[in-house]
T-cell receptor, first 111, second 115 residues
Framework: SQELEQSPQSLIVQEGKNLTINCTSS?????LYWYKQKYGEGLIFLMM???GGEEKSHEKITAKLDEKKQQSSLHITASQPSHAGIYLC???????????WGAGTKLIIKP | DSGVTQTPKHLITATGQRVTLRCSPR?????VYWYQQSLDQGLQFLIQ???????AKGNILERFSAQQFPDLHSELNLSSLELGDSALYFC??????????????FGPGTRLLVL
């Protein structure tokens, strides 16, 4: 969706290195979701952020929401092969009941 | 395992045919969402049902229809299939009817190939 941009489109990272994925909305956010997808499989819920400045962590993955910039970043520390996959962000828009999704960031971890 | 089940896992059919995809939401979830994921379009919201009623409609073609039954399982019907309908179809469920603020749990998907 052009309303939601993810960057980078793809990322190759050496195992053990840190990385950051960004998700930027052209519209006001009412909730932002991060999901992970293994190729050809279902989406696994990672985190939901709702308030500006909110930061959540799950294992080695941290997500932050900058409401003013209408942007969220997903940071992975000390990447592992299990982190490989496609990371999708989705945003809630108050005017309707559907989520808008980014195109995804494909993450490859090099051993 | 998200608790959302979808059948079948794979489906191969010919152009012009009709297929039905089935989804069972997580226990206790009243909303079911259908999504289409293709390489060129990404993840696209199709339609949402809440407790048997249509709640929201996205980019769903007129050839496609869905319903949610009293036991809350849902079916997505795709008819007059075209090559471009080949995609992964996901079902997701959530507790309530408002996608904003609720977590959607996704099923494993049905991979549809139209030949």
């Amino acid at each position: 969706s052009q309303e939601l941009e993810q960057s980078p489109q793809s990322l190759i990272v050496q195992e053990g290195k840190n990385l950051t994925i960004n998700c930027t909305s052209s519209k006001t956010l009412y909730g932002l979701y991060w999901y992970k997808q293994k190729y050809g499989e279902g989406l696994i819920f990672l985190m939901m952020l709702q308030k500006g400045g909110e930061e959540k962590s799950h294992e080695k993955i941290t997500a932050k929401l900058d409401e003013k910039k209408q942007q969220s970043s997903l940071h992975i520390t000390a990447s592992q092969p299990s982190h490989a996959g496609i990371y999708l962000c989705g945003i809630g828009m108050d005017s309707n009941y559907q989520l808008i999704w980014g195109a995804g960031t494909k993450l490859i971890i090099k051993p | 395992d998200s608790g959302v089940t979808q059948t079948p896992k794979h489906l191969i059919t010919a152009t012009g045919q009709r297929v039905t995809l089935r989804c069972s939401p997580r226990s206790g979830d009243l909303s079911v969402y259908w999504y289409q994921q293709s390489l060129d379009q990404g993840l696209q919201f199709l339609i949402q049902y809440y407790n048997g009623e249509e709640r929201a409609k996205g980019n769903i073609l007129e050839r496609f229809s869905a319903q949610q039954f009293p036991d809350l399982h849902s079916e997505l019907n795709l008819s007059s299939l075209e090559l471009g309908d080949s995609a992964l179809y996901f079902c997701a469920s959530s507790v309530g009817g408002y996608s904003t603020g609720e977590t959607q749990y996704f099923g494993p998907g049905t991979r549809l190939l139209v030949l």
